[in-house]
Structure formats: C-alpha cells, structure tokens
C-alpha cells in the first residue's frame, strides 16, 4: 500500500462523510478514522509494518498537542490537506520562507502537493516566520501546523 492510495482514501472518506475505514492488504493493515474537526487519524494494526517503511507517520496524540501549539505565541499555519509538503518551488532551487523571514500576508510559504495537484499555501498574516513545523518531503496531514508566524 502506496502513500498515494492512503491519499486517495482519505480523500474519499472527507468527500463521502466516511468516519472510519478499516483496509488490509497482505501483512499490511490500515485504519483512518476523520475526527471530530475533519481530520484524518493514521492507525496501524501491531503487525504492520509496511505503512511505517513507506513513511506514513504516525498519528500524534489528540489531547497533548493542544496545549503545546497554545502555549506558543504567533499564528500557525495549518495544512489545508492531505499531501506532500515542499519548501521550494523546486529541488535545486532555494526555500520560499527560512526561519527569521519576514512576510507578508498572501505571501507563498510552501507547497503542498496532493493527487498530482501543486497548491502554494500562502501566509495568513504579516509577521516573522519563527518555525517550520515540518521538514521538506514530509507527508502532512489535514490541519497539520505547517509554520509558525510571530
């Protein structure tokens, strides 16, 4: 089981209003479940491992992550979708943002590639750019923090 088709379901279950899909292929299984604010969970199975050497992350803790993004000051930038995040328009060209830059609002941040489509997510403030919440090639989930803007 490919990224992609992890993709492609979660996809589906958004569009389709699915709240949880539970798939096995070979010794790979796989649960998604949407919660409550429109996300997907990643759950894999104890014997599966397949996903975890194709790089799917797993899925952090719903309850400790809030108080930690509250706890910092500044405006987060959150991933619209499911997708692979990019920090450069290409692999030889340098970043769009770097820590310390500053911007404005509608300015291009990064790039988050998703069924084949590239959507530049732009900044929704002025500000300094004081984190990077992930890292270049990352896959990244809906609602994922993507930046950090003070």
């Known amino acids: 089981m490919d990224v992609k088709t ?10 389709t209003g ?10 790979t299984s796989l649960k998604l479940e949407r919660l409550p604010m429109g996300g997907i ?14 790089g799917v992350p ?17 405006t987060l930038v959150l991933s619209p979708t499911v997708g692979v995040f990019y920090a450069a328009a290409s692999p030889d060209s340098k970043p769009f943002v770097e820590v310390g830059d500053q911007v404005k609002k ?5 790039i988050i590639e998703a069924m084949k489509l590239m ?4 900044a ?11 890292g270049n090639g990352q896959v ?11």
């Open 106 to 110: 509608g300015d291009t941040l990064c």
């Open 58 to 74: 797993a899925p952090a803790p719903a309850a400790p992550a809030a108080p930690a993004a509250a706890a910092q000051e500044g």
């Open 124 to 134: 929704e403030v002025d500000g300094t750019v004081a984190e990077i919440c992930v």
């Open 140 to 150: 990244v989930e809906y609602n994922q923090p993507l930046f950090r803007i003070v």
């Open 41 to 54: 969970a990643l759950a894999e199975a104890p014997a599966a491992t397949g996903a975890q050497a194709l």
């Open 6 to 15: 992890i993709e492609s379901l979660a996809r589906l279950m958004k569009e």
């Open 18 to 27: 699915l709240t949880s899909l539970k798939l096995s292929e070979g010794e």
């Open 119 to 122: 959507n530049e997510i732009p």
